[in-house]
């Protein structure tokens, strides 16, 4: 069965340094890979998702991830932190589970913390 | 294209009542997805229903039930509340068959006392 594992709870970065955020997924390559983010008291919100059109994928907010098969991750990256990328960010697969039936699968989340 | 909504924001409920949620999926989308989300934890997956009817669940007992329209709208429905059901609950909608992504509303926080 298809398990994301995201490394690390909490992130701390210094504002302007480069965030990265690592997702692992276990099995056979899903169709697709998603990377969400989630303000305090709010939903989750779609950053950017692979589709395997390209391996390099360019998301909102300047965030962007690279699909890497042979090492089965799906790193989130950022050049330069802004005080407002502090959020929490989940990792996600969608696997299928009959038929023609899919569901997505969730890593544990990661909360990404900025420090002025 | 408007979004999905969820109706209530917040609810408070005493232990062993029984809450109905609401959701609103986005038009066109005939896939919606509940999840249950405990402070600091990340999504749990509950049920999927796929045009009106279940097609997949989580783990997640039999008192955790749910309904979804051909308005595109859908109910999550939990009898017999226990104090752990506290947590945000939230519905997303996708187009097809849960393949892509899938789009949040911005949750019900239900409170069990």
């Known amino acids: 069965a298809q398990s994301v594992t995201q490394l690390g709870s909490h992130v701390s970065v210094s504002e302007g340094a480069l965030v990265l955020l690592r997702c692992n997924y276990s099995?056979?390559?899903?169709?697709?890979l998603f990377w969400y983010v989630q303000y305090p008291n709010q939903g989750l919100q779609l950053l950017l998702k692979?589709?395997?059109?390209a391996t390099l994928v360019k998301g909102i907010n300047g965030f962007e991830a690279e699909f890497k098969k042979s090492e089965t991750s799906f790193h989130l990256t950022k050049p330069s932190a802004h005080m407002s990328d502090a959020a929490e960010y989940f990792c996600?697969?969608?696997?299928?589970?009959?038929?023609?039936?899919?569901?997505?699968?969730w890593g544990a989340g990661t909360k990404l913390i900025i420090k002025p | 294209e408007t979004g999905v909504t969820q109706s209530p924001t917040h609810l408070i409920k005493t232990r062993g009542q029984q809450v109905t949620l609401r959701c609103s999926s986005q038009?066109?989308?005939?896939?919606v997805s509940w999840y249950q989300q405990a402070l600091g934890q990340g999504p749990q997956f509950i049920f999927q229903?796929?045009?009106?009817?279940?097609?997949g669940r989580g783990n997640f007992p039999p008192r955790f039930s749910g309904l979804q329209f051909p308005n595109y709208s859908s109910e999550l429905n939990v009898n017999a509340l226990e104090l752990d059901d506290s947590a945000l609950y939230l519905c997303?909608?996708?187009?097809?068959?849960?393949?892509?992504?899938?789009?949040f509303g911005p949750g019900t926080r239900l409170t069990v006392t």
């Open positions: 038009s066109g989308h005939n896939t």
């Open positions: 229903y796929y045009r009106e009817e279940e097609n």
């Open positions: 997303a909608s996708t187009p097809g068959q849960g393949a892509g992504e899938q789009y």
């Open positions: 996600a697969v969608s696997s299928r589970f009959m038929d023609s039936n899919y569901q997505l699968i």
């Open positions: 692979y589709t395997s059109a």
């Open positions: 099995s056979s390559v899903p169709p697709y």
